[in-house]
């Protein structure tokens, strides 16, 4: 990958990843359970949703998991603790030359939402931030449950996101996305198999389904290492479909319906 431009010149670059093996158990073939986990429930959630932690924080308050699956890899988790603060300086310094280019007010430009989309992205997500305050306080189990080889080729393409090229293509696109409370509205639709998710394209749907084995994988293995009593997986929304070409973490756990919950439910 080429070396990240950030107006000081020889400085390497986050991007550059080096290369290590995959999670070495993504090689073996997943067994589904011989039944669902017991007392697991798994709390689909929007990832771009601003109000994100506050409710995560009052589910985790009110149900009191015992061992807390959070959507997050350790790659993922590490490299934004590592440079999270650098991108988000080297984006918001594109988007102000991006915005004096196009003669948009800054603080109007930063408030688009697909500024904030990408502001949301390279930051620690919500999902993870409440659960580890949850499980600091309480004492309660935390384990990350991602593909971290899936994560990596993801954060890859991040220089290309953050660039004033890819800046200026969303600010000319309307600033005005759908409602969270719309998306979680589809969510609820797609889960409940009233309506299909897209199908993920078929060049990716290899990777697609190596990354919900593995997180499926970890979950599995964590439920029987710490034989919880209330377990919880937080995450986004997705894994909880089922029906389409992919078969997700609900599917490969052979997880029920009334155990699959969106953060929203009931608001």
Not at 190 to 210: H, K, T, V
Request: glycine share 6%.
């Amino acid at each position: 990958m080429g070396e990240w431009v950030n107006g000081k010149s020889g400085e390497s670059s986050p991007f550059e990843i080096s290369a290590t093996s995959a999670d070495q158990s993504c090689s073996i073939p997943f067994e589904r359970p011989a039944r669902s986990p017991a007392g697991l429930i798994l709390l689909g959630t929007v990832h771009s949703d601003p109000k994100g932690f506050a409710r995560a924080r009052t589910f985790l308050e009110q149900h009191r998991p015992d061992l807390i699956l959070v959507e997050i890899s350790p790659f993922a988790l590490k490299f934004r603790k590592e440079h999270s603060s650098e991108l988000r300086k080297v984006f918001l310094e594109n988007l102000r030359t991006i915005s004096r280019k196009l003669k948009i007010e800054f603080s109007r430009a930063v408030k688009h939402v697909r500024i904030t989309a990408i502001l949301r992205q390279i930051s620690i997500p919500f999902e993870y931030r409440a659960s580890a305050a949850y499980a600091k306080r309480t004492g309660t189990d935390l384990i990350m449950v991602d593909y971290s080889d899936f994560s990596r080729s993801w954060i890859e393409t991040w220089q290309e996101m953050i660039s004033a090229e890819n800046i200026e293509r969303l600010l000319e696109l309307d600033s005005a996305g759908p409602p969270v409370s719309s998306l979680y509205a589809q969510a609820a639709r797609r889960i409940s198999g009233e309506s299909l998710q897209p199908e993920i394209r078929p060049a990716d749907a290899l990777r697609w389904q190596e990354r919900e084995e593995q997180m499926a994988r970890e979950i599995a293995s964590a439920l029987e290492r710490f034989n919880p009593v209330r377990p919880v997986y937080i995450g986004g929304w997705w894994h909880l479909c089922c029906g389409t070409s992919i078969k997700t973490v609900r599917e490969l756990l052979g997880i029920e319906a009334a155990c699959c919950r969106l953060i929203r439910a009931g608001e």
